[in-house]
Antibody, heavy 122, light 110 residues
Framework: QVQLVQSGAEVKKPGASVKVSCKASGYPFTSYDINWVRQATGQGLEWLGWMNPISFNTGYAQKFQGRVTMTMDTSIGTAYMDLSSLRSDDTAVYYC???????????????WGQGTLVTVSS | QSVLTQPPSVSAAPGQKVTISCSGSSSNIGNYFVSWYQQVPGRAPKLLIYEDDKRPSGIPDRFSASKSGTSATLGITGLQTGDEADYYCGTWDTSLREFFFGTGTEVTVL
């Protein structure tokens, strides 16, 4: 079955960077995009961006442009999300999610990682 | 700040029905398929509906969805205590070139 397994919790100081990994299994890694979504405590879901494992093209939410970098190592089926210049309001659970599309003008997330808590605190 | 608006909460007794609305615009719901996600507190979201009204394998037919113009609706019939969760709609916005989730709706079974 499809599985996305993320790296463990992180504690970072303001101004630092964090890198979260997401290892995929159970499907051909290069067949689907990987997206990143975050959720602060008590808040809703917020999309950070996507990456295609064939073209390595990326698309980032404007809010995170310049601070987020998404990469992949297709040889080990793993995606990475790097967020820099961390602030206290970046404290959240970060999820990776597999992007799927079928009929054109169609995009949804059919499998999710378990989430990685990133805490930013001095 | 989401471009998709949902009611903060809905509630009903066990066995009853609830509906959750998701309001957008012509650049998102009016132009792209909608998906819905269920998130039990403390867990990762789960895909509930895709392509406006399709259920993934394993999702019971108590969950249904529809779309009309720039609004979408999720319905849950035969409400169960296990349905208590937060529900999010989601879609791509072609003007902003970003994916947006709705503001989220908490479902409470009375």
């Amino acid at each position: 079955q499809v599985q996305l397994v993320q790296s463990g919790a992180e504690v970072k100081k303001p101004g630092a960077s964090v890198k979260v990994s997401c290892k995929a299994s159970g499907y051909p890694f290069t067949s689907y995009d990987i997206n990143w979504v975050r959720q602060a405590t008590g808040q809703g879901l917020e999309w950070l961006g996507w990456m295609n494992p064939i073209s390595f093209n990326t698309g980032y939410a404007q809010k995170f442009q310049g601070r987020v970098t998404m990469t992949m190592d297709t040889s080990i089926g793993t995606a990475y999300m790097d967020l820099s210049s961390l602030r206290s309001d970046d404290t959240a659970v970060y999820y990776c999610a597999r992007g799927n599309s079928g009929l054109g003008r169609d995009y949804y997330f059919d499998s999710w990682g378990q989430g990685t808590l990133v805490t930013v605190s001095s | 700040q989401s471009v998709l608006t949902q009611p903060p909460s809905v509630s009903a007794a066990p066995g009853q029905k609830v509906t959750i609305s998701c309001s957008g615009s012509s650049s998102n719901i009016g132009n792209y398929f909608v998906s819905w996600y269920q998130q039990v507190p403390g867990r990762a979201p789960k895909l509930l509906i895709y392509e406006d009204d399709k259920r993934p394998s394993g999702i019971p037919d108590r969950f249904s969805a529809s779309k009309s113009g720039t609004s979408a609706t999720l319905g849950i019939t035969g409400l169960q205590t296990g349905d208590e969760a937060d529900y999010y709609c989601g879609t791509w916005d072609t003007s902003l070139r970003e994916f947006f989730f709705g503001t989220g709706t908490e479902v409470t079974v009375l």
